[in-house]
Nanobody, 120 residues
Framework: QVQLVESGGGLVQAGGSLRLSCAVS????????MGWFRQAPGKQRDFVAR???????SYADSVKGRFTISRDNAKNTVYLQMNSLEPEDTAVYFC??????????????WGQGTQVTVSS
């Protein structure tokens, strides 16, 4: 059973930065596609960023150029560096271990989520 534990959320002013961490345990780190989703109040859960099988990265248009996903294989940890944060980035952020199915990133395992609040 894969377990994902996020940390690093908090309150930040617009224009600021945060780095989220996701500690992965209970599975083989390289078995799944790792990524991040987010869910704002009253909205559906949206894709944010992920790795590709070839080692590249993929981002939602809304965060391109501002967010960076990275990983430390030795620590079994995935990161999401978020810069130039905007109030619209306010959401609960979820770490996800999943797969690509019919061209779509689908989560098999989800973390509990960490709240990110960006004040204007």
């Amino acid at each position: 059973q894969v377990q994902l534990v996020e940390s690093g959320g908090g309150l930040v002013q617009a224009g600021g930065s945060l780095r989220l961490s996701c500690a992965v345990s209970g599975g083989t780190f390289g078995t799944y596609v790792m990524g991040w989703f987010r869910q704002a109040p009253g909205k559906q859960r949206d894709f944010v960023a992920r790795f590709t099988w070839s080692g590249g990265t993929s981002y939602a248009d809304s965060v391109k150029g501002r967010f960076t996903i990275s990983r430390d294989n030795a620590k079994n940890t995935v990161y999401l560096q978020m810069n130039s944060l905007e109030p619209e980035d306010t959401a609960v952020y979820f770490c996800v271990a999943g797969r690509i199915q019919f061209g779509k990133f689908t989560g098999d395992y989800w973390g509990q989520g960490t709240q990110v609040t960006v004040s204007s």
